[in-house]
């Protein structure tokens, strides 16, 4: 009887979680904020959608500080994430782990490897005592909450420790061994997981897949985080910083300052790339505005490079991909977004124009040297052997013409002979 009511409360706690639809990411780089950005994405559209997310871990590591920002973002999760090692012999290695032992199910595939969790700095291994007892107690924490092994969470940060997916899972450090994503489903569902403190059971009830790509921003904070491109903004900005203090040019200076403002993007929070963006193009269209277009337009092009992409990263990537999210009043966003596109567009046009008409536009010192075709005023009589004064641009210049012209006469410049002009009557 004792027992059969213990049956009946469990079945009444134990809630069912049923998932439509997977919504994988692919971390298969340095774990860095984009990273930390793509989980809170892909964990919201999760929510909206009865989802749950696979995080396919292929990775050497990371950012502590991002690291654990997602470690928490996932322990405070509505919908299931679930960390995958993936795919056949793949690793993740050092913050790939952390994330892996914070998932609701940690799975792996065959013949791929976690491991060596000691953290560095500058290069070299972190020994500190406080940094490593801090990590290790956190991370013996979690592991504890999902009932998986505490000694592995120690030993992988005080020994740098490493397993292949065999003994992960003989060792209770894993759930589950999956040779594929479509492996992986078939034997999540039906597991009891730990969801906010309370015991859920999976439902797979559909079994479609979507994969979650980056957003603009996050593509680009990737691109910059690529250690090869760091140093090579690093050394141009370098370069045109000496450039201008031997020449004192300032579009040198200027253009170092931007190329140094985009390196530090790769350390910044995600969420702020695209007011940042923003900005930094709007300044950069002001300069162009208030330098009188120096630059002949090449910031403001780079500017509106830059508005515009700040522009469309503060929106939702789901607006342009087409992903299904139910959200309140959907039409008064999208009608504000069809009218901000609209102004934007006409801005980058009005801009194009300006540049446009910038480059064609002859400069004074071309007219003065090619007056051919510029018309002026006969001040004296002009004729084939008698050499007269005319204005041509506020100047007095020496003329003569092939033809008589009176004095008064509208004239036009057909040919320059050293400093004498050679003119033609336009009207009298």
Known sequence: MKSSLLALLAAVLLQAYAIQTFYVVE????????????????????????????????????????????????????????????????????????????THIAAMAPHTVIGSCQPIAGGAPINESKTLNALIGYLETVSKSYGRNETFARLCIQRNLNLDAESALRYRVIDLLATDINDLIEKIDGRTILLRGRAVELVVEGRRVEKVSPTLVEKFQMWISDPLISTILSTLAFLLLLVAFFTGNPIAAVV?????????????????????????????????????????????????????VGFISTYPINVFSGELIYIKNWWLIMTGLYINIAVLVGFLIFMVYKVISIHRRKPPSEFLTNLRGVEGVAIDDIGPDKLGFVIVFGEYWKATSKTPIGRGCKVRVVEIEGDILVVELVKC
Not at 48 to 60: E, F, H, R
Not at 257 to 283: D, E, H, K, N, R
């Open 27 to 102: 971390i298969d780089g340095v774990i860095g904020p984009y990273t930390f950005s793509q989980i809170q994405r892909v964990i919201s559209l999760a929510e909206q959608n009865n989802g749950a997310v696979i995080l396919s871990l292929y990775t050497p590591g990371g950012l502590a500080d991002v690291t654990l920002q997602i470690m928490k973002e996932i322990g405070n999760s509505p919908v299931p994430v679930v960390g995958f090692v993936y795919p056949d012999y793949g690793y993740a290695w050092s913050a790939g782990t952390y994330i892996l032992m914070s």
């Open 256 to 308: 170092a300052i931007l190329i140094l403002t985009i390196s530090i993007f790769s350390i910044l929070p995600t969420a702020w790339m695209g007011l940042i963006l923003v900005i930094l193009g709007a300044v950069l269209i002001l300069a162009e505005v208030l330098t009188g277009g120096a630059t002949y337009g090449a910031l403001a092009v780079v500017g509106a490079i830059f508005l515009g």
